[in-house]
């Protein structure tokens, strides 16, 4: 009887995942203060952190809070919006980030066929309850597909699947996404768009307005109405605007915006990052990877859907719209741009990839290295400002190992 007890306690504990070390010791230079410390991990949590008091020689890593991508639309071939999408290519899209330092993200489902979206957020709710890759995947992000029609606002997302806002549509795709939509970036000049926003923020959604040719009314009733960020400012916007009146200005000067950006070195200019920067600092702009599908794969001509898009070595090209199609640098390379461009500290860096993002979304448990907020974090070596992950953990375990994938 009691041996059997036994056995049954153990399959709970490893059905669990609750790693067979416990705890965890990890020694690294802290991100903040240059520090070297020792931090413990337990169940899960961080349970301890000290300072290295000793004469041997300082830790080789660097150790900062696992990052945190808001804004992904696929990774390594697997595209969150793409067709017979599946919760093992989420799997396999998550592993890969993981190598990259994001221990958490929101995958993002951008305007589709709506049977297409319904589908693709259900497998996402299914991957989300997942044991081993679930606790990375914090909500879904909705990137249209109630955003502008009008040619360069709408970037590369299809016309005709593009659509006014509509609350008992969007309630259909929340049911099928199991509630986890918890972002959704919007157009707010479009009708209905006012009502629209403030339901979301009844419902605690975070809305964000992007992709869109809002003047300055549009954008300050939205604000009224609770919609707080802007997505990837600067994208998702015409080549030709006017010069006094265009969504620019009215979102950099509104206090109550913070901004999101995709600092890959691409789809901004340094004067660009700069200027964004010098108005909205590092505790009003979070970085994001808007990385793609193709993301990870080798440079060429990929057909996507009904798009054509062109893979540079660190872009995603829609040369039927003439327009950028996506990312295809993950969240660490817009940390290293973000140093370069600013001249910003890596603490600030790692702030606006992870700690913003934790507290914008009331992720309590994440985004810092403090005891007991989960153990999701990064060892990783820094050379200038170029950074290379060298272990990813998540609640407590070790997820990647650089040393193993050499
Ligand atoms: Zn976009």
Redesign the pocket.
Known sequence: MKSSLLILILIFLFSNGIPTKDPVLVYGTHYVNNQPVSIEMHAGKISKIAPLVTSEELPRYFVAPGLIDI?INGFVGVDFSGPDLTVADVRKATKALWKEGVTSYFPTV?TQEFSRMKENLSVLAEAKKDPEIGGSILGFHL?GPYISPKKGFR???LEKYIREPDWEEFLELQEAAQQNIKLI?LAPELEGALPFIEQCITSGLIVAL??HDGGVTDIERAVMAGASMA??LG??CANEINRHHNPLWPQLSEDLIKISIIADGHHLTKEEVRSFYKVKGSANTLLVS?ALDLAGLPPGAYIRGERKLVLTSEVVQFPGENVLA?AASPLRKCIEVMMEFTGCSLAEAIKMASTNQAKMFSYEDLGGLIPGKRADLILFTQDGNKIEIQKTFVKGKEVYSRADDV
């Open positions: 804004q951008i990137e970037g590369a997302h970036t992007g992709h997505t990837h994208n998702g808007d996506g």
